[in-house]
């Protein structure tokens, strides 16, 4: 049963960010919530607002919250992004980096985000896995302290802002030959360097394309040469890319909407020309919309090589 399960040890870290490293004597007295998550991830990023929120909070009533960045991509094993995404989030709480999955296995964890919550006893009492449940997941924290309180006010903003569900009918979709779905250009993907091309039909909903000479690997789409575009059939209020890149000078690209500057609906990394610039391994938010929502193409093309595309996400 959860609730006869201890805390498993976070000595797994292979290092600490905002923090020494914390072990059974540093959380001795603490009613303690584990969040797992990873830089690039849209359902963490709507849910940190209020992690954040119950951290600064609940501090002086003896709440200890612990996030663990465990990565998803390769590119997120670098400490240093990760210190980067703490500043631009505005975490200050401790932050156990798990590059080796150390500490994610000890808690038997598959999921980002997930959160666990443990008692004054180092017993787990409760988890949930995933966006949503702000209320009960509050409630948690408040029966563990001890309290009972009003429940704070919470409003994400920017790239934290809450997804759009009632209009949301686009999944995450993975770019590398891993896990991909919905590819549609001409001749499916292979593993070598060659030239794609968009399909001479429409793109249907949730299917997506590259056009350009890329290399399609396990966990990434890489562009090989300048003006390399990718094109993705979209019903959301929001698109996301994640987005890295090689060593050397950040790459421009362009964004279109249904072949159109985005205008009004461009994004937090889009002007509404639709010009963006590719700095640093992260989540791009290229559109969101303030209209009605309806199924849209979504257009990226880089101007110079070296892109790496992994994963578009929607809100």
């Known amino acids: 049963m959860l609730d006869r399960l201890r ?53 002086r009533d003896g709440l200890l919250v612990i996030g663990v960045h465990t990565p998803e991509f390769s590119f997120e094993h670098d400490p240093e992004r990760v210190r980067r995404a703490i500043e631009d989030r505005g975490i200050d709480y401790p932050v156990a980096l798990d590059s080796q999955y150390v500490v994610w296995s000890a808690f038997a964890n598959h999921y980002w985000p997930a959160l666990y919550f443990i008692d004054r006893d180092g017993v787990i009492r409760a988890d949930h896995f995933g966006e949503g449940r702000y ?13 009972d309180r009003k429940f704070l006010p919470v409003e994400g903003v920017g790239v934290e802002a809450q997804a759009d569900w009632q209009h949301l009918r686009t999944p995450e979709t993975y770019l590398g030959d891993g896990r991909s779905q919905g590819f549609s250009s001409p001749g499916g993907a292979t593993f070598v360097r060659r030239t794609y091309e968009f399909p001479h039909q429409p793109l249907r909903l949730n299917h997506w394309a590259l056009a350009g000479e890329w290399t399609i690997e396990q966990e990434r789409v890489v562009l090989d040469q300048a ?89």
């Open 7 to 59: 805390m498993p040890s976070l000595g797994g870290a292979t290092g600490w960010l905002n923090s020494e490293p914390l072990g059974p004597t540093e959380l001795r007295g603490h009613v303690v919530l584990v969040n797992f998550w990873t830089l690039t991830c849209i359902n963490w990023l709507r849910q940190e607002p209020y992690v954040r929120a119950w951290s600064q909070s609940y501090r």
């Open 135 to 147: 209320d009960e997941s509050e409630r948690v924290i408040q029966r563990l302290l001890g309290l």
């Open 227 to 315: 003006g390399g575009s990718i094109a993705y059939r979209f019903h959301a209020r929001d698109a996301h890319l994640v987005l890295s890149r090689a060593p050397g000078e950040a790459i421009p690209f362009r964004v279109l909407l249904d072949g159109q500057e985005p205008g009004a609906s461009h994004g937090l990394d889009v002007d509404g020309r639709g010009n963006g610039l590719l700095r640093e391994g992260r989540l791009y938010q290229l559109i969101r919309q303030h209209h009605a929502i309806r199924e849209q193409t979504l257009e990226i093309t880089f101007l110079e090589p070296g892109a790496e595309a992994y994963a578009f996400t929607f809100g």
